[in-house]
């Protein structure tokens, strides 16, 4: 073949890819608006709260950065606290992406006490909500989350017995920034 006609057929041939690939995929686009619908968790959220491990309820202050990434697909979710002498005392780290299998919200979380995991984050009416199984069998982590426009408060609940009692173990309540 020629190059004269080589030439014009590799141009349509880049032509052709360029446009498909400024098409969006559709299940893409779905994703994408249903994470519009996390959208006020974006920005940096500051403010104070407390946790309890065994007997000691320790304060804190700190707060959430959380940004949007890829393009909407998926949020990052990252929480820094310190107690009153500056030591932290509540480290988090999560990614939030929507699962179209299951029609629901994945919450990958890393704790600094070592528990990671992919929990369910659920929209119940106003408020969000998660939880996981701690390892070892030593019972059950829950948490309940509600965002508006300017105010992020969340509680943290424990059990060890399969859920049938629950002991409030965190506490937080966070302003958006300016």
């Known amino acids: 073949m020629k190059i004269r006609h080589l030439l014009p057929l590799i141009a349509v041939c880049f032509l052709a890819a360029a446009a498909f690939g400024q098409g969006q995929n559709p299940a893409v686009a779905a994703k994408k608006t249903e994470m519009a619908k996390l959208e006020k968790w974006a920005g940096q959220w500051k403010g104070s709260g407390w946790i309890q491990m065994g007997p000691t309820r320790e304060t804190f202050t700190g707060g959430e950065t959380v940004q949007r990434k890829l393009d909407g697909l998926a949020m990052l979710v ?21 699962n179209d299998r299951s029609a629901s919200y994945d919450f990958a979380t890393f704790l600094a006490n070592g528990i ?8 119940v009416g106003d408020h969000y ?10 019972g059950s982590a829950r948490y309940n989350i509600t965002i508006t426009d300017t105010t992020w408060s969340e509680y943290g609940e424990f059990s060890r017995d399969g859920g049938k009692t629950w002991i409030k173990n965190f506490e937080m309540k966070l302003d958006r920034s300016k």
């Not at 929480?79 to 999560?94: D, M, S």
């Not at 990671?116 to 929209?123: E, F």
Request: proline share 5%; no cysteine.
């Open 78 to 98: 990252e929480g820094n606290f310190v107690n009153t002498e500056g030591k932290p005392i509540h480290q988090t780290l999560a990614v939030l992406t929507y």
């Open 116 to 123: 990671t995991g992919v929990q369910t984050l659920k929209v």
């Open 129 to 138: 909500e998660w939880g996981f199984d701690i390892p070892g069998g030593y």
